[in-house]
């Protein structure tokens, strides 16, 4: 399949607004491309690369080169090059990674410049996400969503599973099911603005306390354990307590979802940002596990005896999984049977938690089984949301559906020398009509603009909410914010009574503490990282 075909439906998803014409382009795309090619076609809509990032920067690929006069570069060609690009390392990697670079885009049209560049620097954002490009693959190969889903969260791969489907129907999902060994997409949880309201719209329900910590999954056959982070990435070289204890339980072919935390002197959870620091040590985990040991502690079974658990409500997954782990490896919960008359207990168990250190509580159906996909309604998060009122210090220019819109915000706290430190940036929570608003406003206040990144007159501020605070040393206050998104612009106040950066340490999950840890970036920050918290 020609790259040209790709780009051409990555512009026309952009520009339109409805889901389903969305689906509809996707799916007869996924429907012409060749059987062997479908995952890679639905890899790139989906805006990822099967190789990864493939180490290009922003300055390279903003290098003109002249483009191709006619379309003739293929999607099976592109993966070659971008493997070829992954593969570059040692003395000259960078002038290697240029030369490939370039002979790629010069085999490209202007259109497949333009969709090259967004696809190797992470900037696809034409809409075509994993719900879209599902949707669309149950649409062009005549299966259900719902087996569909399933199948990619017993996978973990939608263009794997995908290129079964297309070419081999629906007959293809039979072939995938759990198997302890390989990870499974974890459930997510909805969001609910109060524990009443989560309580009143499950029925019966368990509330369980909401860990700021590493979502894992364990599994172990015999001997052998296996660890995953939430992402399906392996780390069990990095967590050998989490190895120790699966080895302890009684059972041998297991499947088990928890989280790893950490507790202080105190007892009480260490931040989150410890906890990923020791998680993401890859070099000396004996060393790292002396200076901070982590607890892992597990809230559901998705396998026991080899045999699946999935379909069981969570009533019986408990009772499975308290069966095979200790209590003090278990989640703290309550189990709410008549909502009327317990609400006041749940409201107290949910205070309890959040004394205790924890982020909040999650609320969980007793009937509902083990399901992956979109965040769904069986499992409903509550915790305090954090905001702070920050100036807009610069704004990028906009990609796919957002073309010729300012979008990404900077955002900065007022520092104690009357000037602004940068905390993070956020694209997040921005309605089409604050974007319209935002772009002719912060154009009013443009100071400088290099095409890419309009710095403005740090004039305008915008109420943020955020799930807490991360170490970096990118920023000046040593500080970026996790999970950042717009609530509300704040004309009524000026950048004089925006928050200050002592304010914002003394604020939020860890704020202010002297982890000694440090990030380097705050990428996790805006969009989360394999090490990310549960849903």
């Known amino acids: 399949m020609l790259l040209a075909d790709v780009a051409r439906v990555s512009r026309e998803v952009a520009e339109t607004s409805a889901r389903s ?25 989906s805006g990822r690369l099967p190789q990864g990032r493939p180490g290009i920067g922003w300055r390279a690929l903003s290098e003109e080169t002249a483009p191709a006069g006619e379309p003739a570069l293929t999607v099976r060609a592109v993966d070659t090059a971008v493997t070829a690009l992954a593969a570059v390392a040692g003395a000259g990697a960078q002038g290697e990674r240029r030369r490939i670079l370039a002979e790629l885009l010069g085999a490209a049209t202007p259109d497949e410049q333009r969709f090259l560049r967004s696809l190797l620097s992470g900037e696809v954002r034409q809409g075509a996400l994993d719900a879209v490009a599902l949707a669309a693959v149950a649409q062009a190969a005549g299966v259900p969503q719902a087996a569909l889903r399933r199948a990619v969260m017993l996978d973990g791969s939608l263009p794997r599973v995908a290129g079964a489907v297309l070419a081999g129907g629906a007959e293809a999902l039979g072939a995938f099911t759990l198997r302890v060994g390989t990870p499974v997409l974890p459930m997510l949880a909805g969001t609910a603005r109060s524990v009443a309201e989560a309580v009143a719209a499950l029925g019966p329900c368990a509330v369980e306390e909401k860990l700021d910590g590493i979502r894992v999954q364990v599994h172990r056959e015999g001997d052998g354990v296996r660890v995953y982070t939430r992402s ?13 204890l699966a080895r302890s339980l009684p059972g041998d072919r297991f499947v088990l979802d928890g989280e790893v935390i950490a507790l202080g002197a105190d007892g009480r959870p260490v931040p989150f940002q410890e906890v990923a620091s020791r998680v993401g040590s890859r070099t000396d985990v004996a060393a790292a596990r002396r200076v901070l040991a982590v607890t892992p502690v597990f809230f559901d079974v998705l396998a026991a005896g080899g045999e699946p658990l999935l379909d069981l409500p969570v009533r019986e997954r408990y009772e499975a999984l308290a069966a095979l782990v200790p209590e003090d490896a278990r989640v703290r919960r309550l189990v709410v049977e008549d909502p009327v008359a317990s609400g006041a207990v749940a409201e107290e168990f949910s205070a309890g938690a959040l004394e205790r250190g924890h982020e909040g509580v999650v609320v969980k159906a007793l009937d509902s089984p083990y399901a992956a996909g979109r965040r769904g309604k069986q499992w409903l998060k509550v915790k305090p949301v954090h905001t702070l009122d920050l100036v807009v210090l610069a704004v990028e220019r906009g990609h796919g559906r957002r073309t010729g819109l300012l979008s990404n915000l900077h955002l900065g706290a007022r520092a104690a020398d009357g000037t602004f430190a940068m905390l993070g940036k956020t694209f997040k929570g921005l309605t089409d009509e604050l974007l319209r608003w935002q772009t ?13 990144t309009v710095r403005v007159r740090p004039e305008l501020v915008v109420e943020i909410a955020y799930d807490g605070l991360q170490r970096s040393s990118r920023y000046p206050a040593g500080v970026a914010l ?3 998104r717009v609530l509300r612009y704040r004309p009524d106040k000026s950048a004089a009574e925006a928050d200050t950066v002592e304010n914002v340490l003394a604020q939020g999950p860890g704020a202010g503490a002297d982890t000694g840890v440090d990030t380097g970036a705050d990428t996790a920050a805006a969009s989360g990282t394999a090490l990310d918290p549960a849903g």
Do not use: Q, W
């Open 21 to 45: 014409g969305k689906v509809a382009l996707l799916a007869a795309l996924f429907e012409a491309a060749p059987a062997d090619e479908a995952p890679l076609v639905i890899s790139y809509l």
């Open 232 to 244: 399906l990435d392996e780390i069990t070289d990095r967590l050998p307590e989490v190895v120790e």
């Open 440 to 452: 002719e406003r912060l154009g009013e206040l443009a100071v400088e603009d290099d095409g890419f």
């Open 482 to 484: 996790r999970f950042a």
